[in-house]
T-cell receptor, first 114, second 112 residues
């Protein structure tokens, strides 16, 4: 039973390029969360998605960031025109349904902008 | 809004010492409470949880009790091991918004 799969594990981008981070939830899970972790800090909520629907994007920066979770395929977090301040670890978590159940986290994508 | 405040780190202990990591929360309603652990280079793993007042979550020798009167969920372990070295995150589930709200994390180092 594969867990939450994120790829790539490490991503290096030059300033101004685009970064695409992928997350495949656990089998049977239809809800996905994205969190950002800056060095030596906690996790900050970014966005909550169900398949084909954004439920809560209150943590997403207004510009350059977008997320989707299509009917087929992984969830994608897209960062356009990256800047050095976007360097962080991005974690995806999936749950089957209601929030009282366990959220399963992927191993994260560590984005470095040079 | 809802928030979680954790004990400042880092925390360094000797093996077999007693561990407490404090966690307090602010929330409307009745959130569920969680402790997650993050080992170096890894994602977060659920350590334990409690879904209502006075519930005690426990796992791998760790315990935490949901105290509504003090809005706390302190993590304890009677005898820590070197393998417990990690970052520990307290979190609550924001039922209304359906998302996990995390504390800032506490880095724990256990020396042999």
């Amino acid at each position: 039973n594969a867990g939450v799969m994120q790829n790539p594990r490490h991503l290096v981008r030059r300033r101004g390029q685009e970064a695409r981070l992928r997350c495949s939830p656990m089998k049977g899970h239809s809800h996905v969360y994205w969190y950002r972790q800056l060095p030596e800090e906690g996790l900050k909520f970014m966005v909550y998605l169900q398949k084909e629907n954004i439920i809560d994007e209150s943590g997403m920066p207004k510009e350059r960031f977008s997320a989707e979770f299509p009917k087929e395929g992984p969830s994608i977090l897209r960062i356009q025109q990256v800047v050095r301040g976007d360097s962080a670890a991005y974690f995806c978590a999936s749950i089957r349904g209601a929030m009282n159940t366990e959220a399963f986290f992927g191993q994260g994508t560590r984005l470095t902008v040079v | 809004g809802n928030s979680v405040t954790q004990m400042e780190g880092p925390v360094t202990l000797s093996e077999e010492a007693f561990l407490t990591i404090n966690c307090t929360y602010t929330a409307t309603g009745y959130p569920s409470l969680f402790w997650y652990v993050q080992y170096p280079g890894e994602g977060l793993q659920l350590l334990l949880k409690a879904t209502k007042a006075d519930d005690k979550g426990s796992n791998k020798g760790f315990e935490a009790t949901y105290r509504k009167e003090t809005t706390s969920f302190h993590l304890e372990k009677g005898s820590v091991q070197v393998s417990d070295s990690a970052v520990y995150f307290c979190a609550l589930s924001d039922q209304g918004a359906q998302k996990l709200v995390f504390g800032q994390g506490t880095r724990l180092t256990i020396n042999p």
